[in-house]
């Protein structure tokens, strides 16, 4: 069984910056492609960034190209994202999530391709 557990959300001021990390257990972690999403309230759970197994293909949703940044820690076991110029708009509650099927190919950008989830972690942003 996979376990998942993001940290480093919090609340922060507008411009600044968090990295929130999500540690893995269960599985060898180097095969499995990996995601972040986030849920504002009353919104659905959107794509923000995702990375191979590998580390090699790296994707980003338009609204935080430039500004978040994927990565992984193999020997670690650990995704990061580091978040940068936060604005108002990225407050919202931040999952990571681990797909099975994808290994080194490309890493899926929808929510329902993912296999296994975190719990999530705050992230609030004030102006």
């Known amino acids: 069984q996979v376990r998942l557990v993001e940290s480093g959300g919090g609340l922060v001021q507008a411009g600044d910056s968090l990295r929130l990390s999500c540690a893995a257990s269960?599985?060898?972690?180097?095969?499995?492609?990996m995601g972040w999403f986030r849920q504002a309230p009353g919104k659905e759970r959107e794509f923000v960034a995702a990375?191979?197994?590998?580390?090699?293909?790296?994707y980003r949703t338009d609204s935080v190209n430039g500004r978040y940044t994927i990565s992984r820690d193999n020997a670690k076991s650990t995704v990061y994202l580091e978040m940068n110029s936060l604005k108002p708009d990225d407050t919202a509650v931040y999952y990571c999530?681990?797909?099975?099927?994808?290994?080194?190919?490309?890493?899926?950008?929808?929510?329902?391709?993912?296999?296994?989830w975190g719990q999530g972690t705050q992230v609030t942003v004030s102006s």
């Open positions: 999530a681990l797909n099975v099927g994808a290994g080194y190919a490309p890493p899926p950008r929808v929510a329902g391709s993912y296999d296994y």
């Open positions: 990375i191979s197994g590998s580390g090699g293909s790296l």
């Open positions: 269960g599985r060898t972690f180097s095969s499995y492609a």
